[in-house]
């Protein structure tokens, strides 16, 4: 039996820890940027996805994502309710950690995943509806994703392509799912007619430094024990985040005249999504590339909904569709055996058969989760219904979905509102801030 390291087993512990903030760090990034009556609703579903997909995950998903394999396609029950996973290792995913480490670091990843996926039907999906399906996602979309990429056995992991720390698996299905959800959704009440700026711009930064700094945990972390591929995985996460804030920045002013706070913090975003497959298999000037590229490649990919028409409220498919899937052909072009061993040579550096095993991996990520996720949320549409009434949307979904607000303050700084925003809950009015 592989013997538990405790430098390690410490580093897990804390990389998963950040990952998990990481969660709160996006309420906090996509909270600031929805109308201020909208704001409780987006927190609420990602607070609310930690404890929902953490329990989905230790009853079945890790099971069906990192069980013994079927087909390529799927793991097994095995360890459903964790059954057979404890302190001690897993030889096949990480030999120096517990085995119960290793699955709470993947937890993580799970509970992130469609979190992100929020952002694009933000201020319009019912809160039951959001419940049922982030469920059947995880399940039936993130589950075996992630087995076939990462999953001893997994098809996509057999067929060579590489993906260090979730560029398809977090990044382009939760997009493609987000592109899915909205156009069964529909656009939001007032879409390109009524003003839909951000409220609290200090809130999305402060969420977006909150993320810069979990993304350590998230990709450093994924080299799985403490040493030089994570030392390597951390330089190229920032590197790659500090270009690309910079990029999206320069092409934001060339554009429009003017370089904005959001743009800096939507340009790290979209570095960090650019660089998560890569982090782990390329050097940092390489890193530098693919942040300089995506921060400008994302900011394109953000003004074509425009011309295309669909209604992503927070940007999801043009920062983490269009970055995640350059990341994730980046790393085709750009991996080194040198680096990683556990890799491959990228196509510049003699290996081009790489970069297509990337594109079958991107491509197959997409279909499955667009085509679920559409079937998914169009049942939830028929039997639940998947959005608020035009009455609730207007109100807000603060108080039509949760009965409170961000933002409710009287002239003597206590808290005043109505039993009817409430609710007909009269006991929370009157509080005092």
């Known amino acids: ?20 903030l990481m969660t709160p760090g996006l309420a906090l990034f996509y909270g600031g940027m929805v109308r201020s009556k909208n704001v409780m609703s987006v927190l609420m579903q990602s607070f609310v996805l930690i404890g929902l997909v953490s329990i989905v995950w230790a009853v079945i998903g890790y099971s069906l994502a990192f069980g013994s394999d079927h087909g390529g396609v799927i793991g097994s029950l095995e360890w459903i309710g964790l059954r057979g996973v404890g302190q001690a290792p897993n030889a096949d995913y990480a030999a120096t950690v517990p085995h119960l480490a290793f699955m709470m670091f993947q937890g993580m990843f799970a509970v992130i995943t469609p979190a992100l996926i929020t952002g694009a039907f933000a201020e319009r999906m019912k809160f039951s509806t959001f419940l049922v399906f982030s469920l059947l996602w995880t399940v039936l979309v993130y589950s075996p994703t992630a087995h076939w990429v990462w999953g001893v056995g997994g098809w996509i992991r057999e067929l060579g392509a590489l993906d260090f720390a979730g560029g398809t698996v977090v990044h382009v299905s939760s997009a493609v799912a987000a592109l899915a959800a909205v156009l069964v959704i529909g656009r939001r009440r007032g879409h390109g ?24 945990g998230f990709n450093a972390g994924s080299a799985l024990s403490s040493g030089g591929l994570a030392t390597q995985a951390f330089v190229t996460t920032h590197l790659a985040a500090a270009a690309a804030a910079l990029s999206w ?3 934001e002013w060339v554009h429009r005249g003017q370089p904005t706070s959001l743009g800096v913090a939507s340009g790290l975003v979209a570095g960090l999504v ?38 992503d ?51 197959a990520v997409m279909a499955w989760s667009f085509g679920i996720t559409y079937g998914i949320v169009s049942l939830l549409k028929a039997f639940m219904g ?13 108080l039509s979905q949760h009965s409170e607000a961000a933002y409710a303050f009287g002239a003597d700084g206590g808290w005043r509102l109505q039993p009817e925003q409430l609710g007909g809950h009269p006991e929370a009015t009157g509080l005092t801030g």
């Open 249 to 251: 920045a320069a092409a």
């Open 313 to 363: 409220s927070l940007d999801v498919v043009g920062v983490h569709g269009v970055g995640g899937t350059f990341g994730a052909i980046a790393t085709g072009l750009l991996a080194q055996a040198a680096v990683n061993s556990a890799g491959a040579d990228g196509a510049f550096f003699g290996n081009p058969g790489l970069l297509a095993k990337q594109a079958v991996a991107v491509l």
């Open 193 to 216: 007619t009524v003003a839909m700026h951000p409220h609290n711009l200090p809130m999305t930064l402060m969420g977006a430094g909150i993320l810069w700094f979990g993304w350590f």
């Open 274 to 311: 650019a660089v998560t497959p890569a982090a782990g298999f390329v050097g940092p000037m390489s890193a530098i590339v693919i942040g300089l590229v995506a921060g400008s490649l994302c900011y394109l990919g953000v003004l074509a909904k425009l011309k295309l028409g669909y209604d």
């Open 386 to 398: 998947a959005r608020v009434d035009e009455e609730a949307e207007m109100l807000g979904l603060d």
């Open 1 to 20: 039996m592989d013997a538990i390291d405790s430098g390690d087993t410490a580093f897990i512990l804390v990389s998963t820890a950040l990952v998990m």
